[in-house]
């Protein structure tokens, strides 16, 4: 028992992860009907914007410290970090401390910018095109993005704590009555897992509830009559491309304290979330959803100790033969609708 | 040999740029500024014409019937274990090993092409990179035992070699045809020029030629045309009375054996084989050598993997010197301005360079170099009045 909810919460990160940057995936396709092979990227330029604001906030000058002297009696220059000389020593830290949960401010106008210039500089020449052709060319785009990344901050992962407050593992099992240990789960992935779930449950209640949302739906349904009502509906679905590309970003954002940023990542994120988005249904938001925590799911299940024995490297490929077997025998997916995408 | 003039025309041209290969990409002498332009040495020249192979293999799919598969790398990876196997087992003798690799990469293929062909579109790709990710996984971990995991299979001294114990006819360890080892040389000089003749060099093109007449064949025939069918009104056909799905699985069978065929001369002429060689990207590579020269062409698939393997091992060699040396007799500020601007590009860019030029080709040029080609061509005789008239072509009625 203990071992199955210890699976179940291992895969809800990784579950998180692949249903926010399907979620994306859906959003875009649904509205604007662009296979955007471009998500993994911005996902990875999310998770680098917290890099990058963490590199910022510790950008230091060198000041001569009198009270110090290094071994030959000289007084010690040390790194005064610039945002020591505004908030004073004691806020600094913590706002240091606090990089990743504060980069989520810095990357959301990012993102919105991103995807806007995307949409309006290069998808938006697209709509007309071939499914294949938009494949391709937001292909070549996550490529190109993949680069410009690389170069900038090389090819290593670079390390990115999580807060000291979120450090650390605490004892899940001891707090529903199982022997102390058995169930140990670190605080951040609890915290990611939060965090996708107000995102989510934010993206959905602001297309049900909100007029703008109400509109959207109705472009999503039939774009063609929303426009003859007089309604700007391209304006809207560039914003819904914005709103995803942050939702990637934000992803990427709360994702580096699990997984150091390489500029790579994206792209092992987009094929197996192309293959939740595939699961859940193409253009269904909660199939997307649903199925993005499923696969996690299954995916740390099928790498325990007890079925890799029955079943060696079964956890490499679980994903793709679920794929495999839904494609063929629901071809909607599980929660698609009938005419969206079916050849 | 059943063309008409005009393909046959393009085979010969295709022919004659392959047995002069070694000439015509070495046109810089040794030792000047421009011998890093040179691509005429065998492991490049080899790479250009079986990466051919792979294209056009890749072509008679996604340029015939439309249907994107982003997993052929996988058959590639499975023709070259096969490969490799046949080495370790029977003889270092390429026949076999060739032979095998195709025909194991066929039967692959047919597994993935009837399940993936069941659904078509973005569902089809997905299935293949499915197929092809699966693949790739196993190679790395369960399979190892048969696949060398991360460190990939090269034959050994201790392998069984059947063939070779019996027949004694090499017992080194060399890929070789028939006692002539692959990698056997011979340098011509003339002037400051030295041109290399490589035997595996013209092994793999004459087994592109063969390749390429035959998909020229297909490209021609009736089936061909049925396969154009499905690209061009899948539903019609269905309508018509005619089930698609032997013939596109026809196609599918016979581009992964096309792969395979690649991936079996690629262990011919370099004998060893990684896991890597199935990863997505490499099949994202063939997708973008069939697009950027021209999908649904005949020479098209052939030029692209050309340009993008020369490119690849050319700019990915230069370094900051050698642009120093070219950018010297201007000022110095704009020398380093262009410095700055170009290296991004260049050396380990290589790869943001490629991004930017598929991304290009894709919005501007979908028709990829053929159709760029065509436009420039048209661009000179548009002067002519005669040439007014419409091309005779008719779009069908919807």
Partial sequence: MDAIILQILNGLDKGSAYALIALGLTLIFGTLGVVNFAHGALFMIGAFCAVTLSRILTLSHEVIDETKTDFLGNPLKVDVPYIYDIFGQATGDVIIDWAVPISILFAIPVMVGIGFAMERGLIKHFYKRPHADQILVTFGLAIVLQEIIKYFYGANPIPTPAPDAFRGSFDFGAMLGFDPNTIIYPYWRLVYFAFAAVIIGAVFAFLQFTTFGMVVRAGMADRETVGLLGINIDKRFTIMFGIAAAVAGLAGVMYTPINSPNYHMGMDFLVLSFVVVVVGGMGSLSGAVLAGFLLGILESFASMAIVLETLPGINQIIIYLVAIIILLTRPRGLMGRKGVMEE | ?398
């Avoid at chain 2, 003798?93 to 692959?108: E, T």
């Avoid at chain 2, 990179?129 to 971990?141: E, G, I, P």
């Avoid at chain 2, 027949?167 to 000089?189: K, P, Y």
């Avoid at chain 2, 060699?317 to 110095?332: G, V, Y």
Wanted: aromatic share 12%.
């Fill in chain 2, 1 to 398: 040999m059943g063309l008409n003039k005009k393909d046959f025309t393009l085979l010969l041209i295709v022919a004659i740029l392959c047995l002069f290969a070694p000439f015509i990409l070495n046109p810089f002498p040794e030792g000047s500024a421009l011998a890093q332009f040179n691509a005429g040495y065998p492991d490049l020249m080899q790479r250009l014409v079986i990466f051919g192979i792979f294209a056009i293999g890749f072509n008679i799919l996604f340029g015939l019937t439309g249907y994107l598969s982003f997993g052929h790398a996988a058959f590639l990876g499975v023709g070259s274990y096969a490969a490799i196997w046949m080495m370790k087992l029977l003889t270092m003798n390429v026949i076999p090993a060739i032979v095998v690799s195709v025909l194991v990469a066929g039967v692959f293929s047919l597994l993935v092409g009837w399940i993936s062909l069941r659904r078509s579109g973005i569902y089809f790709s997905i299935l293949t990179l499915a197929f092809a990710q699966m693949s790739y996984s196993l190679a790395y971990s369960v399979l190892t035992p048969i696949t060398g995991g991360e460190t990939g299979l090269q034959p050994k001294v201790d392998d069984p070699r059947i063939l070779d114990r019996v027949l004694e006819i090499s017992t080194s360890q060399r890929a070789n045809l028939f006692g002539l080892d692959m990698n056997t040389s011979h340098v011509v000089r003339l002037g400051d020029w030295a041109f290399t003749f490589n035997a595996g060099y013209y092994l793999a093109a004459i087994v592109m030629l063969v390749a390429f007449y035959i998909s020229i064949r297909i490209f021609r025939s009736p089936f061909g045309m049925m396969l154009r069918a499905v690209k061009s009104n899948q539903q019609r056909l269905n309508y018509t009375g005619l089930n698609s799905k032997p013939y596109t699985l026809a196609a599918f069978v016979i581009s992964g054996m096309y792969a395979g065929l690649a991936g079996g001369l690629l262990v011919a002429m370099d004998t060893q084989v990684g896991a890597e060689r199935m990863f997505w990207t490499a099949s994202g590579e063939v997708v973008l050598m069939t697009i950027l020269g021209g999908a649904g062409t005949l020479i098209g698939p052939v030029l692209g993997a050309g340009f993008i393997k020369y490119m690849e091992n050319i700019v990915s060699k230069i370094n900051k010197s050698i642009l120093e040396q070219w950018f010297a007799f201007m000022p110095d500020g704009i020398e380093d301005l262009l410095i700055t601007l170009v290296y991004p590009f260049i050396g380990k860019g290589w790869h943001l360079t490629l991004g930017i030029l598929f991304m290009l080709v894709v919005i501007f040029l979908p028709g990829g170099l053929v159709e760029g080609g065509q436009r420039v061509g048209r661009l000179f005789k548009r002067k002519k009045p005669a040439d007014d008239k419409p091309d005779g072509k008719t779009t069908p009625a919807e």
